[in-house]
């Protein structure tokens, strides 16, 4: 019974991942092991049920279940990869404009609705704001789209490259860091039960 508990959290409510890459550093680390929530953005119950030890399944009605609430600016979300290329895994970033925001891309700096992202780790940076001459390089974010970013905005595969990504494709929210590793297999003790912020 406990077994069929688990399994039900795990296909309708929560979903497990492992941040490979270095894009959300230092945010997120490879080897990081999330709890991502689904049900938070809305999710679809599983069309398919498989046996035990078998490779096939019985075809299940498949419900959608509602949102809780929309996707906010500045959440770190996990998208899947099937409808963007170049990514092998399913995508974790940040979302760094949601629809409706207008957004300039520069070099690597963003700017969302004027004022730049990730300032703070952008070295000298300080509190600065777009200027005129590049209002006609600006989009705004259609509506039930995303654009994501890497916390490591300079190394970061992410919408300045794939470009926008529909919210129907969000998996859900990374809510905990629940376990970590480093290159070597060492557990990193002080990133057990984290918040990724």
Known sequence: MLLLIILIFKAVIFEFYVVTSTS???????????????????????????????????????????????????????????????????IIKRVAATEGQSVTVIDDLVFVDGVLLNS?????????????????????????????????????YDSRDFGFVDVKDVIGKAVLIYASKDIDGHFRWDRFLKKPQ
């Open 120 to 156: 703070d780790k952008i070295l000298g940076a300080g509190d600065i704001k777009i200027s005129e001459e590049y209002n006609l390089n600006t989009f705004v974010v259609p509506q039930g789209k995303l654009f994501l970013v890497g916390d490591n905005i300079e190394f970061s």
């Open 24 to 90: 959300m550093s230092d945010t997120l680390l490879p080897g990081d092991f999330l709890l991502i929530n689904k049900i938070i953005y809305g999710t679809d119950t599983p069309n398919r049920a498989y046996l035990p030890f078998m490779k096939y399944g019985i075809r299940l009605p498949s419900y959608r279940i509602p949102a809780v609430r929309d996707i906010r600016q500045g959440e770190i979300v996990v998208v899947r990869n099937d409808n963007y290329p170049g990514c092998e895994n399913n």
